[in-house]
């Protein structure tokens, strides 16, 4: 008799995926009345397969980039707004002036100029200097670190000049979805524009000739009813309990590899699970989002917002689905996913594929707009193209389209999917769902985590030499590593009890996910710029960059992120010994 597993992989099928990549390849998904046409587009895909969808019509705040362009020197360049830049319809005009430095590397102020810039300058003073007043003329995509710094450096425009021929679509902020109060002051004040490289070559030029310039943007922002389709799959034996797994459905233009594949793969999921829930233990919940591109994630946001206590209580992990099914994306050497699942993740990579992939930290990207309520995840990218293969095209690196540099551009069309890598990746989502709904005992190894932040932490020690005793939280995390291991072995020997196991997995997502990738509290959004590890004891990395003047503010600063971090661990230690004293 065939495996639950074999029967599910085996029913997976193109039929229903592909013909909805075709639809969308006709359907461009960015202005609010096409996002919510393609909502419906998937519902009614949905009802046709004989699986209920319930659609949420929340208002999001959105920023939509209708038109841009450069006027320079007698000549109109082509130019695309990043989402959230400020419209100004009629023009703005000023200096240019040119940055070349890698600025969008740029972390801490504190750093030394000339670390930036050679012997250009020798003072942030004059780094200021130069910009105030000015448009600042850079090499990047429309980067919202990059954004909030010209605007700190009082520049008054922003064109940032992509490293191809093709223009891509992108966005400027740094706020996490829909702002709320506090998120406000951070919305971009000033017009950004991105521009292809033979555009940004004459620009430069001309900035270093002290030309000037007119940046035109024109920006539809407000809030709008965006459809949220998802799809509840109850589980036999533990309903309440479920497995999250999403993507976006709005796109730049007709995004086919980002991300028609990825609406495509739920949809799949959605059928042959809906069809087969007799054989899962755990509900499975399926969603697909709106206001990716032109809210910042804002319809996950959304529904992390609203759903927020639900998803405390009982979602057991997300798993996010963006650009799978990519031409050439035979490779996962890139694979996100977060510590304590790669053990679970690799086992089903290889059993799909026979490789052994490697990962990467999830970024601040790819709605994962869970993080601060603390969930255990993995994907947004899965494949990818070889490195190799990269090379020999000559491709510079983007964030998703299986590396194709047809993301977020007109060309992202239906040449980008690929049926085989399309069905490869769509067994990698549902091998991994039904093994995470299905497994007696969570798949989540947290000593895979400990183990990264010792490591972590004894980089940041290093870093910050005889200025800073990071021992306390070496400890803690030493002494919650010991307990976790008397867990798992209480598991596997059959003392502890597969609820208490249970509950302490979920719990411990709950306190060790946001220590991992957030800095702000629970049930808020973090900026969205990618954190480093344990954030809030990174200051250690920087008390270097300190002189007298401010190294006791950053001091206070580590002080506080120590606490904090150790109050922590020591809370998920304790709940670890409850389960095995
Ligand atoms: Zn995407």
Redesign the pocket.
Known sequence: MKSVEQTLLDAVSLDAPWSLIETFAELPRWRPEDVNAASDVIAERLEALGVPAEVHRPEIFLSIPISASVEAAGETHRAKPPSMSVSVPDGLSGDLVYLGADLKNLRSYSKDVRELFGDSFTSWDEVRARIAGRILVTEGFGNPALTQLAEEWGAIGLISVNPGIDIHWGTCTTIWGTPDLDDLPRKPKIPVVAVNNPSGQALIALAKEGGRATIRTEMQEGWYPQGIPTVHIPGAVEPDKFVFVHG?YDSWDVGIG??ATGDATLLELARVLWHNRQSLRRSVRIAWWPG?STGRYAGSTWYADAFALDLDENCVAQINC??PGCRWATSYHQTTCMPEMKPFVTQVIEAVTGTTPRFKRPNQA?DYSFNNIGLSSYYMLSSTMPNELRAEKGYYDVS?CGGNIAWHTENDTLEIADRDVMMTDMKIYLLSVLRHANAAVLPADWTQATREFRATIAGYQEAAGERFDLGPADRATAALEQALDRLYAGVDGGTVSEDAANTVQMALARILVPLNFTAGPRFTHDPAYTAPPLPVLHAATELSDHGPDTIGFAKTQLMRGVNRYVAAINDARRLVEWAAP
């Open positions: 976006h980002d991300n990716h963006d650009s790819g998703g």
